[in-house]
């Protein structure tokens, strides 16, 4: 499966996914600028995305806890969603999603 | 007057590999400092994930981040390593015989042979929020906790976030402020319920304001805000303000290590696989922290990495002394150092 990534300086990476995998490991195993700081844990939501609009439906509300999470980052937006928490899979193949600033190694 | 202390070994940062560090340190007669920023050991476990399982550590099938930092103090109890919460060190300078003095925050100084740095991702500081130019009036008008009531004393005060410390500070700061606006995102709190209780009684009494939103802008001149400016569901707000206080967290930085002149990989520190070494003899760096080929950032990989820093450190503290690899299941000699024979 491949994930689309817009990082946070509007570069576009297609990245291959293993299913299975938390879509925060596919980006930081690429290199590309997110800090992923508890290492999926979902106990920093250093690893903010927007989801594209087209695959909010696909990917998924946020959980209650992801929701607490996304309250330490201060640019929410209703497409916000913490990349650890989204597992890839074939449904999700083509998935397009944006780095949030607050992502980022140096946020 | 600043307070000075020597010891054989200062370990910096009191997460899991720098406790585990003093267990390896104490089996060969070195005394330990501990410096941590936070106000508790167990590092990114105690403060990250205290109640999350953690499953790769060996020998623990299952084991919690604060039941694993409470392990690893029950087992360097016998050394009695001391601790210094609450500090960060400044400074690290090399002295002309070899050992170091290193300057805290909190005004006290660590002259010592060896120095370990264990701090994981960096040091825990707060989370700035995403807006422009914040850097100007932090620590003059923008504050990310509390130290002096008083500074907020007859102040038109905004508080941002939707925690504890968000909420706390709200209920203690009402009664001496001039305003109070409370500002966040969404209606649901993940503070004490008590404390979201009462903050709502003095939103219905007139006592403070609530403001769904998030902080987009500030104005202001000479690092003194005069206005917040919000980003709401119903178009941009503007709130006169003269206090601003953040509440989103803390995040990892690399901080003052970064001006110690060790040679660096990105945010890690280089060192060699043999010891643990940095590009500065005397300073060794374990844990998340450092790189070499290969790393992997495993809390067993710190453990390993403490094991052998610490027959360098050995080297150092008592040059020319022949130390003898001993195992704790035979050896009386350390058994007796363990409290156990």
Redesign the interface.
Known sequence: MMIHVTDQTGQEHALEGLEGWRVMEVIRDWGLDIKAECGGAMSCATCHVYVDPAWTDAVGAPSDEEEDMLDSVGDVKSNSRLSCQILCSDALDGLKLTLAASASKDA | MSTEITTDVVVIGAGPCGLFAAFELGLLDLKCHFIDILDRPGG?CAE??PE?PIYDIPGFPIVTGQQLTDNLMAQIAPFAPEFHFNRMVNTIEKQEDGSFRLETDADEIFHTKVVVIAAG?GSFQP?????DAIEQFENKSVFYAVRKMDDFRDQDVVI????DSALDWTLNLQPIVRTLTLV???D?F?AAPASVNKMKELVGDGKINFQLG??AKLDGENGQINHVHLTTDAGDLSIPATRLL?F??L??KLGPVADWGLELND?TIKVDTEKFETSVPGIFAIGDINWYPGKL?LILSGFHEAALMAQAAKAIVSPGERVVFQYTTSSTKLQKKLGVA
Not at chain 2, 127 to 131: A, C, D, T, W
Not at chain 2, 160 to 163: A, I, K, Q, S
Request: charged share 25%; hydrophobic share 25%.
């Open positions: 990114q990250l994930y999350k991702g989370k700035r929020p995403p807006v941002v976030g939707g925690g966040h995102r969404r649901a993940k998030q902080i953040p989103f967290g995040t990892m945010n950032k």
